[in-house]
T-cell receptor, first 116, second 115 residues
Framework: NAGVTQTPKFRVLKTGQSMTLLCAQDMNHEYMYWYRQDPGMGLRLIHYSVGEGTTAKGEVPDGYNVSRLKKQNFLLGLESAAPSQTSVYFC???????????????FGPGTRLTVL | KQEVTQIPAALSVPEGENLVLNCSFTDSAIYNLQWFRQDPGKGLTSLLLIQSSQREQTSGRLNASLDKSSGRSTLYIAASQPGDSATYLCAVSGAGGTSYGKLTFGQGTILTVHP
C-alpha cells in the first residue's frame, strides 16, 4: 500500500514550457486535491476532484489545468510556466470531503518545481 | 473568506520542555480543525482532528483544544523531544457555501527541540 505518490519529485522549467504533474493513490479514495505551498503562506488549494471524471476550481486555479480520467490518478498541468509558479506542489486524497466524517486527507511527498 | 493564523512562526526550545502552539481562525462555521506535522522535504501527516462539537483530542504527548466560538485552537506538546522538530500546520474545514469540505491552512509553526 503506497498511499499517495507524486511524480516527479523535482523539476526545473524555463518560462513558457509546459509540464504535467502526476498524482496516484491506491486507497480507492473519491476525493483528490492539488495544493501549492509557498514560504510564509501555508498550503493553498489549486483544483480538486470529487470523483472520476470531475474537476473543480480551488482558491488559486489560474495558470493550471487538471484531469481525473481514472479514479486513482489526478493530473495537474502547467501549459505555459511562469516564475510565479515556482512552488512545492502537494497532492492529497480522502474518502469524504473534510468535515463530513473523521476522515482526513492523505498527502503525497510533494513536487518541488522551479521556473526560471 | 476564512483566514487561519498561527503563532509563533518559529519556536526553539530545550528538550523536555512543555510547549503550546496557537492557531486562530476568522470564521467559526467549521466542521473540524486538524493539526498536521510536516517534516522537511516530506508531505503532511495528520496528528489530531477535532470535530466542531468537541473541545479537545489527545494522542500520546499531544493534546489539541478547540474553542470554536472564539476561533482558537491550541496544540500542547508535553515533554518535548528532538524528534518533535518539524513544522506544525493547523487547518480548518469549511462548513458552508463555497468553503464546504475544503481545508484552509495556517502558515505553520517551525518547531526546533534541541538536546
Amino acid at each position: 500500500n503506497a498511499g499517495v505518490t507524486q511524480t516527479p519529485k523535482f523539476r526545473v522549467l524555463k518560462t513558457g514550457q509546459s509540464m504535467t504533474l502526476l498524482c496516484a493513490q491506491d486507497m480507492n479514495h473519491e476525493y483528490m486535491y492539488w495544493y501549492r505551498q509557498d514560504p510564509g503562506m501555508g498550503l493553498r488549494l489549486i483544483h480538486y476532484s470529487v470523483g472520476e471524471g470531475t474537476t473543480a476550481k480551488g482558491e488559486v486555479p489560474d495558470g493550471y489545468n487538471v484531469s481525473r480520467l481514472k479514479k486513482q490518478n489526478f493530473l495537474l498541468g502547467l501549459e505555459s510556466a511562469a516564475p510565479s509558479q515556482t512552488s512545492v506542489y502537494f497532492c492529497a486524497s480522502s474518502t469524504f470531503p473534510s468535515g463530513t466524517s473523521t476522515d482526513t486527507q492523505y498527502f503525497g511527498p510533494g513536487t518541488r518545481l522551479t521556473v526560471l | 473568506k476564512q483566514e487561519v493564523t498561527q503563532i509563533p512562526a518559529a519556536l526553539s526550545v530545550p528538550e523536555g520542555e512543555n510547549l503550546v502552539l496557537n492557531c486562530s481562525f476568522t470564521d467559526s462555521a467549521i466542521y473540524n480543525l486538524q493539526w498536521f506535522r510536516q517534516d522537511p522535504g516530506k508531505g503532511l501527516t495528520s496528528l489530531l482532528l477535532i470535530q466542531s462539537s468537541q473541545r479537545e483530542q489527545t494522542s500520546g504527548r499531544l493534546n489539541a483544544s478547540l474553542d470554536k466560538s472564539s476561533g482558537r485552537s491550541t496544540l500542547y506538546i508535553a515533554a518535548s523531544q528532538p524528534g518533535d522538530s518539524a513544522t506544525y500546520l493547523c487547518a480548518v474545514s469549511g462548513a458552508g457555501g463555497t468553503s464546504y469540505g475544503k481545508l484552509t491552512f495556517g502558515q505553520g509553526t517551525i518547531l526546533t527541540v534541541h538536546p
